[in-house]
């Protein structure tokens, strides 16, 4: 039976009810390998890991990557980074980084002189 | 706006069933790492159940938009005037642009594209049941752009609040560009609701015709099953159907009242004691009738995508370059 449709660009393609079933199955990787997409807003501003585009090649990664990630708000570069060439730490070794935030000493706010320094100051006075 | 069923430590035996194969001391940590309120990554050890519902949510979410950018596709090049037209061109746009990025989050869990695909292509997967009608008018695609639009919102607003890290990402970029979508639809639904006898009797005739779909939106009354639970306690599951349904009443019924346009329920009304919504139950058999397949229009949507998957097809195996694998990706 054919499908009676109100968009007038399926009723010319004639669909019939066969149609709604499955002809082949797409193949892996039929839809591509992936890219890794960065994005910088503005110059000067670092370029920040968006989201992924699949792509046959890193010049249709670029385009793809300005259609899907470049929609809003400016743009001054786009990166992408084929997703099999990023090396990255395990999530067993989270750990390592756990104690990063105690490590006072490599912060600003570690080192407090002004009270030292009032100190001294009334010392001469007197 | 999180979920309102609350499980106490005592209660939490009763999903010893539903976690007997899943390693004790793992699972203790990916449960104090979302009651933390952590985000769960690709890479994280994660219950099966997890990743499937996960997955099954994030797949249909997908799913989803692409069938939904066929009915307002369908009207762009009817659509009244140049600058509507460059709207619903992009919002189109927009859609298809939703579903890769929800594709890719998807595929994290270790699905591939083209595998979700084929499930949505042989009928395996579900999307949401109000694409499987007809925008028969303009004023439908007005409607479609506000009410549709401002479900889809507060389903994925209440979801960006879950636990995985991938769907969040995916859905603070979608709620952001779905914001113009909504403002769009409501300005060409106060236009035609604002203009003239014809024009209000087009907007009127939409929302009769449209609203048993939008009462269906959010789906049916939740069974609060062992299973529901669990997934509300690991942030999969935020809301449940009906308090979705509450919100959405609250705020949009008043702006379709306000323009002077009637809902086909003579039994809604907000009870201004308990501050909820009443109204009649939709036809809930209808709803699984359809969802089932047998909607006005299932069989012409996944025709066309069928035929735009298999027409696509040379062109995408012309591109493909052997000598580079597939990986999943990372984020």
Same mark, same amino acid.
């Given at each position: 039976m054919k499908i009676i449709s109100l968009d007038p660009r399926v009723e010319r393609l004639e669909f019939r009810e066969e149609h709604w079933q499955p002809q082949r199955p797409l193949t892996a990787g039929e839809q591509w390998p992936t890219y890794e997409v960065f994005h910088m807003k503005k110059r000067g501003t670092q370029p920040v890991h968006v989201g992924i585009v699949h792509a046959p090649?890193?010049?249709?990664?670029?385009?793809?990557?300005?259609?899907?990630?470049?929609?809003?708000?400016?743009?001054?570069?786009l990166w992408v980074v084929p997703s099999d060439q990023v090396y990255a730490t395990s999530p067993e070794d989270e750990a390592i980084f756990a104690t990063t935030p105690e490590k006072i000493h490599r912060e600003p706010f570690a080192y407090k002189v002004k009270e030292k320094i009032e100190r001294y100051k009334k010392s001469q006075k007197k | 706006?999180?979920?309102?069923?609350?499980?106490?430590?005592?209660? !939490?035996?009763?999903?010893?069933?539903?976690?007997?194969?899943?390693?004790?001391?793992?699972?203790?940590?990916?449960?104090? *790492?979302?009651q933390r309120g952590e985000k769960i990554e690709p890479d994280d050890w994660m219950p099966q159940l997890y990743r499937r519902q996960v997955l099954r949510m994030i797949e249909q979410h997908a799913h989803s938009e692409i069938i939904g950018a066929l009915p307002e596709g369908t009207w762009i090049t009817r659509a009244p005037g140049f600058r509507r037209k460059m709207a619903l061109m992009a919002k189109v746009q927009d859609e298809i642009g939703h579903a890769q990025l929800l594709y890719s989050a998807a595929e994290t869990l270790g699905k591939t594209r083209e595998e979700m695909i084929n499930d949505?292509?042989?009928?395996?997967?579900? !999307?949401?049941?109000?694409?499987? !009608?007809?925008?028969?008018?303009?004023?439908?695609? =007005?409607?479609?752009?506000?009410?549709?639009?401002?479900?889809?919102?507060?389903?994925?607003?209440?979801?960006?609040?879950g636990s995985y890290g991938p769907y969040v990402r995916a859905l603070e970029r979608i709620c952001?560009?779905?914001?113009?979508?909504?403002?769009?639809?409501?300005?060409?639904?106060?236009?035609?609701?604002?203009?003239?006898? =014809?024009? *209000?009797?087009?907007?009127?005739? =939409?929302?009769?015709?449209?609203w048993q779909p939008l009462m269906h939106f959010f789906g049916p009354p939740d069974n609060i099953s062992?299973?529901?639970?669990?997934?509300?306690?690991?942030?999969?599951?935020?809301?449940?159907?009906?308090e979705? *349904?509450?919100?959405?009443?609250?705020?949009?019924?008043?702006?379709?009242?306000?323009?002077?346009?009637?809902?086909?329920?003579?039994?809604?009304?907000?009870?201004?004691?308990?501050g909820k919504w009443e109204y009649s139950d939709p036809d809930w058999d209808e709803f699984f009738r359809v969802i089932n397949g047998d909607g006005p229009l299932n069989k012409e949507r996944l025709a066309v995508r069928r035929w735009a998957e298999e027409h696509g097809r040379w062109i995408r195996q012309a591109l493909q370059k052997p000598e580079r694998s597939y990986v999943t990706p990372f984020a």
């Open positions: 090649t890193p010049e249709m990664a670029l385009a793809f990557a300005k259609e899907q990630y470049a929609r809003r708000g400016t743009t001054v570069r | 706006m999180y979920g309102t069923i609350h499980i106490s430590e005592e209660e !939490y035996g009763q999903f010893a069933e539903l976690l007997k194969n899943e390693d004790p001391e793992k699972l203790a940590e990916f449960e104090d *790492r979302i949505l292509l042989a009928g395996k997967s579900k !999307y949401s049941n109000v694409f499987n !009608y007809p925008a028969k008018t303009w004023a439908d695609v =007005a409607l479609i752009g506000f009410l549709v639009d401002a479900g889809a919102i507060i389903n994925q607003v209440t979801n960006a609040k952001y560009e779905e914001a113009f979508h909504l403002k769009q639809g409501h300005d060409a639904f106060v236009a035609l609701a604002t203009g003239t006898p =014809a024009q *209000r009797a087009m907007i009127q005739d =939409a929302l009769n015709r449209w062992t299973h529901t639970k669990l997934l509300t306690r690991w942030k999969v599951k935020m809301a449940t159907n009906d979705m *349904r509450q919100w959405y009443l609250d705020q949009y019924v008043p702006k379709i009242w306000e323009l002077g346009l009637t809902l086909p329920d003579p039994a809604l009304r907000k009870d201004p004691e308990t």
